[in-house]
Every structure is written in structure tokens, then in C-alpha cells.
């Protein structure tokens, strides 16, 4: 059964930056391509990032240029560097991955399984 560790959130200034690690358990990492994901209150879980197998990164259009995720397999871990954050990225963040997962297969809604998040808030 996968386990999912998300730690690194915070209280941070706009324009601030913080950066994300999870470290699942359970799985084959290298083989899984792995997402970030954030739950702002009264929205949906949304995807805002994800890495495959491979390396491929992909974004959501809300955090492109702003967000870089990364992999370490080594380490069996996945990152989220957040820069130039904004009040509108206060949100809690979650990972979650699947096997070979791309942007497609990694949909929030292709889960049933989430960590605890970890809470991220942008504020002055």
C-alpha cells in the first residue's frame, strides 16, 4: 500500500519561496511518475505539477515559470520548489503518483488515496 509523506509547508511573505518534499513509500519510485497537487478552501484538488519516470515535467498554467518539481530516485523523493509565491497559492499540497503516470494519468480525480498534505499560506 502506498504511503505518502508530504512535508516542507509554511507560512511564507508574497514573492517568498518554500520547496515541498514527499517521500512515498510502497511503490517502485523510479518506475512512477509522480504530481503535486493543492487544495485551496471550498475548491477542488487541482494538479499543478507533475514529473515522470523519465524526467518530463509538466505544469499548470497557474504556477508555470513559478514552480519547479524535481525527483531524486536515489533518495526515492520528489520535490516542488515553489518561488515568487502569491496569496492565491495558499492552499494545502499533496503528492501522489502512479506507475509510467504522465499529466493525463495523474488527474486528481484518478485517486481515492491522499497523504495528509502539508499546508502552504502566502501572507503578509
Known amino acids: 500500500q502506498v504511503q505518502l509523506v508530504e512535508s516542507g509547508g509554511g507560512l511564507v511573505q508574497p514573492g517568498g519561496s518554500l520547496r515541498l518534499s514527499c517521500a512515498p513509500s510502497?511503490?517502485?519510485?523510479?518506475?512512477?511518475?509522480m504530481g503535486w497537487y493543492r487544495q485551496a478552501p471550498g475548491k477542488q484538488r487541482e494538479l499543478v505539477a507533475t514529473?515522470?519516470?523519465?524526467?518530463?515535467?509538466n505544469y499548470a498554467d497557474s504556477v508555470k515559470g513559478r514552480f519547479t518539481i524535481s525527483r531524486d530516485n536515489a533518495k526515492k523523493t520528489v520535490y516542488l520548489q515553489m518561488d515568487s509565491l502569491k496569496p492565491e497559492d495558499t492552499a494545502v499540497y499533496y503528492c501522489?503518483?502512479?506507475?509510467?503516470?504522465?499529466?493525463?494519468?495523474?488527474?486528481?480525480?484518478?485517486?481515492?488515496?491522499w497523504g495528509q498534505g502539508t499546508q502552504v499560506t502566502v501572507s503578509s
Open positions: 514529473i515522470t519516470h523519465g524526467g518530463t515535467t
Open positions: 501522489n503518483g502512479a506507475p509510467l503516470g504522465n499529466w493525463d494519468k495523474l488527474s486528481a480525480t484518478n485517486f481515492r488515496s
Open positions: 510502497g511503490i517502485i519510485f523510479s518506475l512512477y511518475g
